[in-house]
């Protein structure tokens, strides 16, 4: 069974410009996440979408960050414009369902804002 | 609302020394309980996972944790380390909204 891929898995980019992650979960998982991981902390829930509705965004700082799932499949992050403290790693989570069950997680892609 | 603590941010230990690393949960009813582990440049792993049911849960790589209703804990265990097992180590309470700690730093010394 394929696992959660995400693209790219490094960026880098500098204040001001605009950036784009991607993430295709599991087949057949109805949740999606998105996560910030800043270094020395641990994961935060930007938004969660079950299938393609957004059902939690109240972390994401919506004036600059946006996500989309269209279809209920593959998702988008963008940030735009970037900030020195949008630099972290951004993880993308599936699972089958809201419901308590286990969240497969990709690789992220690591963001540096110059 | 609900809160994860990992009072410690990093241990180090001897190989085949045992290990148990602390959680602490704030959460409104019964929680859904977890433990991942993060190796460098790597996504999360799942460890294991308390729903109900036995308080002694068993999980991959010989861990296992225990959760403590009357402490607000679910602290992971394991009897011996091994060196492969340096790594950081999350815990995290909620079903949909997780909610993770701040993560502990797992260094084993040969």
């Known amino acids: 069974e394929a696992g959660v891929a995400q693209s790219p898995r490094y960026k880098i980019i500098e204040k001001r410009q605009s950036v784009a992650f991607w993430c295709n979960p599991i087949?057949?998982?109805?949740?999606l996440y998105w996560y910030q991981q800043i270094l020395g902390q641990g994961p935060k829930l930007l938004i969660q979408?079950?299938?393609?509705?957004?059902?939690?965004d109240s972390q994401l700082p919506k004036d600059r960050f946006s996500a989309e799932r269209l279809k209920g499949v593959d998702s988008t992050l963008k940030i735009q414009p970037a900030k020195l403290e949008d630099s972290a790693v951004y993880l993308c989570?599936?699972?089958?369902?809201?419901?308590?069950?286990?969240?497969?997680f990709g690789p992220g892609t690591r963001l540096t804002v110059l | 609302a609900q809160s994860v603590t990992q009072p410690d941010i990093h241990i180090t230990v001897s190989e085949g020394a045992s290990l148990e690393l602390r959680c602490n949960y704030s959460y409104g009813a019964t929680p859904y309980l977890f433990w991942y582990v993060q190796s460098p440049g790597q996504g999360l792993q799942l460890l294991l996972k308390?729903?109900?049911?036995?308080?002694l849960v068993q999980g991959i790589k010989g861990f296992e944790a225990e959760f403590k209703r009357s402490q607000s804990s679910f602290n992971l265990r394991k009897p011996s380390v091994h060196w492969s097992d340096a790594a950081e180590y999350f815990c995290?309470?909620?079903?949909?909204?997780?909610?993770f700690g701040a993560g502990t730093r797992l260094t084993v010394k040969p």
């Open positions: 989570a599936s699972s089958l369902d809201r419901a308590g069950n286990e969240q497969f």
């Open positions: 979408f079950q299938n393609n509705g957004v059902v939690d």
């Open positions: 308390y729903f109900s049911g036995d308080t």
């Open positions: 087949s057949g998982h109805a949740t």
């Open positions: 995290a309470v909620g079903a949909r909204d997780m909610r």
